[in-house]
């Protein structure tokens, strides 16, 4: 099956620009998803495709993708971006709606 | 107010079995695939099972085909997911899954339950 990896942790100091990566075969072929999480918290549905956002996501949020890899951005990070970061796609090694996320990369805001 | 509502976890012993149910609200639930996403302790999410709006078509992860079956009620706006022979690794939140747009084959999860606790264990 395919996999999507991701940086295990990276940090941000208050107020700078941060990019969390995510790479895999599946996004050569299908766009990624991406999901904030909170402790104790389900997902939040931050960015889908090259850079669409959620009506409520605030406009800091930013996606990119190409070839294998996607990115998020956050541009002027706060402390309440302090959170776990997935990003999804579809499994493009099997001819089945199989869905994959990456391991997740924990970010902390300085 | 819009939102999905798990149910059903708790303590099994391995090799016991669970249904868990999931109530939508302020969706129409039956235009839209569903599906099963569940997080072990620390790790991150991994996907379980989708079903079709009219509950046509199933698929599975690997990891628990055979064991665990998807299922609906769309007169209760209900999702279910019934687990059998439990194991130790199964031990997880489950979250029902809303996808953004429709069709079976969709993958942005634009809305989440709150997650039901699963915990297998002797």
């Known amino acids: 099956s395919s996999e999507l990896t991701q940086d295990p942790a990276v940090s941000v100091a208050l107020g700078q620009t941060v990019r969390i990566t995510c790479q895999g075969d599946?996004?050569?072929?299908?766009?990624p998803g991406w999901y904030q999480q909170k402790p104790g918290q389900a997902p939040v549905f931050v960015i889908y495709g090259k850079n669409n956002r959620p009506s409520e996501i605030p406009d800091r949020f930013s996606g990119s993708w190409s070839g294998d890899t996607a990115s998020l951005t956050i541009t002027g990070a706060q402390a309440e971006d302090e959170a776990d970061y997935y990003c999804n796609s579809r499994d493009s090694s099997v001819n089945h709606p199989r869905v994959v996320f990456g391991g997740g990369t924990k970010l902390t805001v300085l | 107010e819009v939102k999905l509502l798990e149910s059903g976890g708790g303590l099994v012993q391995p090799g016991g079995s669970l249904r868990l149910s999931c109530v939508s609200s302020g969706i129409s639930f039956s235009s839209y695939a569903m599906n099963w996403v569940r997080q072990a302790p620390g790790k991150g999410p991994e996907w379980v099972a989708v079903i079709s709006g009219s509950g046509d078509s199933t698929y599975y992860a690997d990891s628990v085909k055979g064991r665990f079956s998807i299922s609906r009620d769309n007169s209760k706006s209900t999702l279910y997911l019934q687990m059998n022979s439990l194991r130790d690794e199964d031990t997880a939140v489950y979250y029902c899954?809303?996808?953004?747009?429709?069709?079976?084959?969709?993958?942005?999860?634009?809305?989440w339950g709150q997650g039901a606790l699963v915990t297998v264990s002797s």
């Open positions: 899954a809303k996808p953004l747009f429709l069709g079976a084959t969709e993958y942005y999860f634009d809305l």
């Open positions: 599946s996004l050569r072929r299908y766009s």
